[in-house]
């Protein structure tokens, strides 16, 4: 008998612009990192199309034998969140905690792994610190006005990652806020000065607070050692997010920061990137409320490969629903239906070739379009074949084990939570949320909860004795 042979994982590599075949460096083990949300609102669908496909990629490396170590951080601080956490009088841990909260309940609903380690930035401020301090110490940094910057002229190979040719005009020129380095190349904040009235940290390189990018460059380094094998998020992190975390991080080290870099395309809006400040976002809530399952936005997102642009309609939503239905249903057909007694050889070596072009889609580059191609290639098969008495009682078992093949990495056959339903508990942290918001005089931020919660079918009335609610 022919053993199956399948094609070994390869991933595309921003860093070599090509694909290559992975294995981890060292033992069997994938040392990962990938940046995680920035946590000063509801995190939206278009950051969860990245989320799941990291999910995606876990699951994958972890099919093909490899153990993992994964680390991904919490960004709770920043120019917003320290902003709004100062508008609204509250502490940034009492800020962010919410949000926090909010995406490991949405990270949960779409059924994404923990990481083997999710940690937030606030718990590493003195190893940040640290690290610009022995940056100092190799003259890559130099101060103004309280702020330290990174000097990319120190940094020879900047440019290697996002390819571009920054010659020239690097030197001297400076900006002091992450937004805007997103549309130059110039050297960047390490440090940032405190402004008044705002949270900063008391450190020996001088008060202030960490910009974004030594954040990952820190924990990454401290949790995984100097040599990633896999670094991956968003193309928008590639430039300046990414290309900065190396200038800083080989710049520490002298090592190569990642063997491999792995970004996810956007999930767009009519033509456009999904974002907040384009105001055409939806949260996966938003989604929910509209009486969808979870399962159908995790495998909408999951259905086009990650380095295609995803574009997000209602329509192709509800075709994610009626997959899903046509893949339980022939699981439901597997288990109650009876079959004539045998094995039909034909369907055996039918079973055999799908279940190896699904795991050779994934292991291309993670084709996922690809691995449900033959899933439901074969799901048509196999249905015509019991239609027409050829379909045997002995190969419902190869039939059902590749539906759990395609389960362990797509996850979507069993139903989850219905849709629409908040939970009683989570009903009246908002209302607490948005009581402390009108306390602050925050109104735009009060009449956002009374929004979201009216937007899952929850109605407000306020009273002498307090706020209460009721389900539409
Ligand atoms: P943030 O919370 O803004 O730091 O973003 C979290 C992750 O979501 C990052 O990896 C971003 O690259 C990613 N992201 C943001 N917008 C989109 C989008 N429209 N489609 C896919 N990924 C996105
Ligand atoms: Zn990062």
């Known amino acids: 008998m022919k053993l199956p042979h399948f094609m070994p994982l390869r991933f595309y590599n921003t860093l070599t612009q090509q694909v290559q075949e992975f294995a981890p460096a060292h033992d069997n083990t994938v040392r990962m990192y990938t940046c995680g949300p920035t946590v000063y609102d509801f995190a939206h669908i278009g950051n969860f199309r990245t989320f799941t496909f990291v999910d995606i990629l876990r699951k994958t490396l972890r099919a093909n034998g490899f153990g993992l170590n994964h680390v991904m951080n919490i ?22 905690a919410t949000y926090i909260q909010a995406f490991l309940d949405d990270c949960a609903t779409l059924r994404l792994e923990r990481p083997e380690r999710l940690t937030p930035a606030t718990q590493h401020i003195d190893d940040m610190a640290a690290a610009i301090a022995r940056l100092g ?40 806020v992450d937004e805007y380095e997103k549309a130059d190349a110039r050297d960047f904040a390490l440090w940032k000065a405190p402004k008044p009235g705002e949270h900063f940290w008391e ?37 300046p997010h990414h290309e900065n975390e190396i200038a800083q991080s080989e710049s520490l080290t002298g090592k190569p920061f990642s063997r491999f870099w792995l970004h996810a395309e956007f999930l767009m809006v009519e033509g456009q990137k ?31 490969p990650y380095r295609k642009t995803l574009n997000f309609t209602f329509d192709g939503l509800k075709s994610a ?51 449900l191609a033959a899933v439901f290639e074969y799901v048509r098969d196999a249905n015509s074949a019991m239609d027409t008495g050829e379909f045997r ?31 009683d508990a989570e009903v009246e942290r908002l209302i607490a949320e948005r009581t402390a918001a009108k306390k ?32 539409k």
Not at 137 to 145: A, D, L, R, V
Not at 276 to 302: C, H, M, Q, W
Not at 398 to 412: M, P, Q, W
């Open 75 to 96: 960004t709770d601080v920043d120019d917003k969140i320290i902003r709004n956490a100062a508008a609204q009088g509250k502490t940034i841990e009492d800020y962010t």
């Open 137 to 176: 110490e190799g003259s890559h940094t130099y101060n103004s006005e309280g702020s330290i910057y990174f000097r990319i002229a120190t940094f020879p190979q900047y440019g290697k990652l996002s390819h571009n040719d920054f010659g020239g005009i690097l030197a001297g020129a400076r900006v002091d």
């Open 203 to 239: 450190e020996p390189i001088g008060p202030g607070r960490p910009g974004w990018h030594i954040e990952c460059s820190v924990m990454a380094i401290k949790y995984l050692g100097e040599t990633l094998d896999i670094h991956a998020g968003g193309v928008d992190l590639i430039f």
């Open 274 to 304: 999904m974002s907040k400040s384009l105001g055409n976002y939806l949260t996966l809530r938003d989604v929910l409320a509209r009486g969808y399952e979870p399962e159908a936005i995790r495998y909408l997102l999951e259905s086009v």
């Open 321 to 371: 629903v009626t997959s899903i239905e046509r893949l339980r249903n022939f699981k439901l057909r597997l288990e109650t239906d009876r079959y004539p007694e045998g094995v039909q050889e034909r369907m055996t070596a039918r079973t055999a070739a799908a279940s190896q072009a699904f795991t050779d889609g994934l292991n291309d580059d993670l084709n996922t379009a690809e691995a």
């Open 393 to 423: 009682a002995g190969d419902v078992a190869g039939a059902l084990e590749l539906l759990k093949r395609f389960d362990s990495i797509f996850d979507v056959l069993q139903p989850g939570a219905k849709g629409g339903q908040l939970q």
């Open 440 to 471: 602050a005089r925050n109104f735009a931020a009060a009449d956002r909860i009374r929004e979201q919660l009216l937007e899952q079918g929850i109605v407000l009335e306020d009273t002498k004795s307090g706020v209460r609610w009721k389900r």
